[in-house]
């Protein structure tokens, strides 16, 4: 609850205390869970913390010795992302008036995290029950008849809702780090601006191993749960082979919430930066983070629940989607190449022999337990020195060295892991076509996060050339910078093609053939490329949290007014964070790219062993299919409309809202009058939640109700399939579409903001020249394509997949 004293702008005397600002509320927010755990005695939770490691022993015992693996290595990973967390909290937070800017910062974080999941979380119970209804009345698959009816409600249920509070917990432990560090970086900005750096790479490393870690963990879990309730492999029972398709509902809760949680963070934060950008910037000149501007509180506080919060939830979402629908294609593809045989035995695991599909299904979960390790050695690679002042060395220069030894270390324990477990007696040397798959995703990812630099970081052409194009007005950079983010869509579609043709045809060759004699690894050697594209994806995460935490240093920085020595660092790293979350981005929309067409494979697989017939192509001659690929490229644009349009009505609020206490506090730009805050932030926070409900229930309820009309129009004109055939179309189109408008626009708005950024370091006029309010327009209209829309789509073409996975037997 907001203080009334804030509500109504009674704040004090501004010129008795020039440097004190507002909570948000009256005390701090503590989740429910961590509350109780407080209150527990320190012993009962040493004796169930021992218990559930118990737990998971017995339940990794009883399934694999490589859940066993996966298990120590992600708790390995939580005790080193404990350490993170201690050093970066050991650091000072500075002086007061830091301290008070970060208090209002955190607690309107907390709050609006706090309201925007409760939202959340109801919805996600609704669509619960509605799952369960379908799934009791639903056709069942022959994989499902050993479960029944009931059981299999039930298990879809559970995992959708595990994965719905595994993704919340991602995006709040995303949020948790950034409003606790971003403080400290910026304290330690007046002293050495690379101990600011090394800093907020560890504080953005803990996030980013947390939230990989869970995706794993979570996974693992509910596979060594479900193999050991249901007998997996006993006589009767389900096969191994088939155990993955009842994780799916895990995914689609991940999806779920990452989706409401991007949108919803993703106005909010927008909509408070353009309103706070336009009024304060263009119209009163003053500098961005200025502790005059009323909507400066709301633009921070979006920061955090936007960028880290929401990213969390994203990449969360995005490792779980990848991991599920490769363990999905390992199982099929093993299940078609007759890989039968016991479960791994512990010399067998020493060995690395694998004589049954075990390896070719948890393979991913190996990868992504390699991935915690190398990227922990690259996060620690970061170092601080002793020395005081302005980098000696670009900040990019010292990440990308970081992402370096990360990507070597990729290479050499991919090719370990392949040998491990994809090494076959039926086919000696596919281990190596599989390898040569993973280093196709590692180049991939390399290229994403190369191409994307150079198409948003200043020091290169095409940013400089967009900052140009400011020096002649307004239209002539928005005109720029539509043709630059038009532009960036070539080279990563071409990347994009290169790698899935590569990796199935290296999949394809690998050796491993049906019964008849067919090659059977062409899509898991996709698969394959896919894990290798997001064997790092905990380091560059850590780079994505880095920019929202640097971005808030400097504000913090500016609106505790410290020296200009200080803001220049914090300007340095923020411009660098720019580009780390715009080749995150990239890197997002490739590894979504990939997933979805995993994703996709994995759908008309489900389709083909509910209808008992081969399915395996869409026919986009026939007019029904044709129609639903327009469906899905119309749902694209329609989403992005709606996600923009949303940001531009709350941005009209906050603009109206910034204007009138310009007006009616003539004192505020004296620093007579303190601006209310407070307001800005209640306008934000409740049209954001508001506005997210509508292009969220387009993405959910669109591809169902086109699968139930087009499966009743199939009944009655004889064509049992159209139904499955016009949704896959569907989700077809919308992929293809979405990766393209996607990359427009995370590039574009990341490539505008970037160019406001180099402007602001003095080139063609500098601060306050016509070509800055220029560039500040572009970057304004560049705000909802990067942070709202953009990454939006990212989750979108994954959830599609999703729910087109859970909901397959409804469309037959």
């Known amino acids: 609850m907001m203080d009334a004293d804030l509500e109504d702008g009674i704040l004090g005397t501004y010129q008795d205390r020039p440097r004190t600002f507002p909570v948000m509320r009256s005390k701090s927010y503590t989740p429910l869970v961590l509350r109780i755990l407080m209150r527990i005695n320190v012993r009962v939770l040493l004796v169930l913390l021992f218990l559930a490691l118990g737990g998971l022993v017995y339940i990794g015992a009883r399934t694999s010795p490589i859940i066993l693996f996966v298990f120590s290595v992600c708790i390995i990973s939580f005790l080193f992302a404990i350490y993170l967390t201690k050093w970066v909290l050991a650091k000072d937070e500075g002086p007061p008036e830091m301290v008070q800017i970060s208090e209002a910062i955190r607690d309107g974080a907390e709050g609006f995290f706090r309201t925007q999941y409760g939202t959340i979380s109801k919805m996600a119970f609704v669509l619960a029950l509605v799952i369960f209804v379908i799934y009791l009345f639903r056709t069942m698959s022959p994989h499902q008849e050993s479960l029944g009816r009931t059981a299999s409600a039930y298990i879809t249920v559970a995992s959708f809702l595990l994965g719905a509070l595994c993704s919340g917990m991602a995006g709040y432990v995303g949020m948790w780090v950034s409003v606790r560090a971003n403080v400290r970086v910026s304290s330690a900005a007046r002293r050495s601006a690379r101990e ?171 990868i992504h337990s390699f991935d915690l390790v190398i990227s922990s050695i690259g996060i620690l690679s970061i170092r601080g020195t002793r020395g005081a002042g302005t980098l000696i060395e670009d900040p990019m220069a010292i990440l990308q060295r970081g992402y370096s030894i990360t990507i070597v270390l990729a290479v050499i324990t991919f090719g370990a892991s392949t040998r491990w477990m994809l090494y076959t007696e039926q086919a000696p040397t596919a281990w190596l076509n599989f390898a040569l798959c993973g280093l196709v995703g590692i180049m991939t990812a390399y290229a994403f996060v190369y191409i994307t630099k150079y198409y948003t970081d200043y020091k290169h052409e095409p940013v400089r050339t967009l900052a140009l194009a400011s020096s002649t007005g307004h239209g002539t950079n928005i005109i720029a910078g539509i043709s630059l983010g038009l532009e960036s869509t070539a080279l990563p579609v071409l990347v994009i093609s290169v790698a899935i043709v590569s990796a199935f045809w290296l999949g394809h060759t690998s050796g491993l053939v049906d019964e008849t004699g067919v090659p059977t690894g062409g899509l898991f050697g996709t698969a394959v490329a896919t894990m290798g594209m997001l064997s790092t994806a905990a380091y560059v995460l850590t780079m994505d949290m880095f920019g929202p935490i640097a971005d808030n240093a400097g504000g913090i920085v500016e609106m505790s007014q410290q020296p200009e020595s200080v803001r220049e660092i914090t300007d340095l790293l923020d411009a660098v964070g720019n580009t780390t979350k715009a080749t995150t981005k990239g890197f997002a929309i490739g590894s979504a790219a990939l997933a979805a067409f995993l994703l996709f494979s994995a759908y008309m697989d489900e389709v083909a062993s509910f209808a008992n017939t081969p399915f395996n192509q869409v026919d986009i001659a026939i007019p029904e299919v044709f129609v639903g690929g327009l469906l899905g490229s119309m749902l694209i644009f329609l989403f992005s409309a709606w996600a923009c349009s949303a940001v531009g009505r709350t941005a009209q609020e906050v603009v109206n809202e910034v204007r009138r206490q310009f007006i009616e506090r003539p004192g505020i730009m004296e620093y007579k009058e303190k601006p209310d805050y407070g307001r800005c932030v209640a306008i934000v926070a409740s049209a954001s939640l508001r506005e997210m409900i509508k292009p969220g229930a387009l993405a959910i309820i669109s591809p169902i109700a086109v699968g139930f009309m087009f499966r009743w129009l199939g009944h009655f004109t004889g064509h049992p399939l159209l139904g499955a055939k016009v949704v896959a179309s569907m989700l077809m189109f919308a992929t293809v579409t979405g990766i393209l408008m996607a990359l427009f626009l995370n590039t574009a708005g990341g490539a505008w903001d970037n160019a406001k950024k180099y402007i602001e370091t003095g080139a063609l006029g500098g601060k306050g020249s016509d070509c800055h309010k220029a560039a500040i327009t572009g970057d304004t209209v560049g705000d909802p394509f990067k942070d709202t829309a953009g990454p939006s789509i990212h989750v979108l073409i994954k959830m599609l997949a999703t729910i087109t996975l859970v909901m397959a037997p409804v469309f037959l």
């Not at 490393?205 to 996974?219: D, N, P, T, W, Y």
């Not at 009842?246 to 949680?261: D, Q, T």
């Open 196 to 366: 600011a750096l090394q800093i907020a790479v560890r504080a953005g490393g803990f996030s980013a191993i947390i939230v990989v870690g869970m995706a794993v963990l979570g996974v693992a879990i509910l596979y060594a749960t479900f193999y050991v309730i249901l007998g997996v492999d006993t006589p009767g029972s389900m096969k191994v082979t088939d155990l993955p398709l009842v994780l799916v509902g895990y995914g689609f809760g991940a999806s779920f919430v990452a989706l409401f949680a991007q949108l919803g963070g993703g106005i909010y934060t927008k909509a408070a930066d353009v309103g706070a950008d336009l009024v304060g910037k263009v119209e009163q000149g003053i500098p961005e983070d200025d502790p005059r501007n009323p909507a400066v509180i709301a633009d921070l506080v979006g920061d955090n629940v936007g960028d880290c919060a929401a990213r969390g939830a994203d990449l969360f979402e995005s490792i779980a989607a990848e991991i599920i629908s490769a363990m999905i294609l390992g199982g099929t593809m093993a299940k078609r190449c007759k890989i039968e045989g016991k479960d791994f035995t512990y010399a067998q695991l020493l060995f690395m022999l694998n004589v049954d599909p075990t390896g070719f299904i948890l393979f991913p979960l190996v």
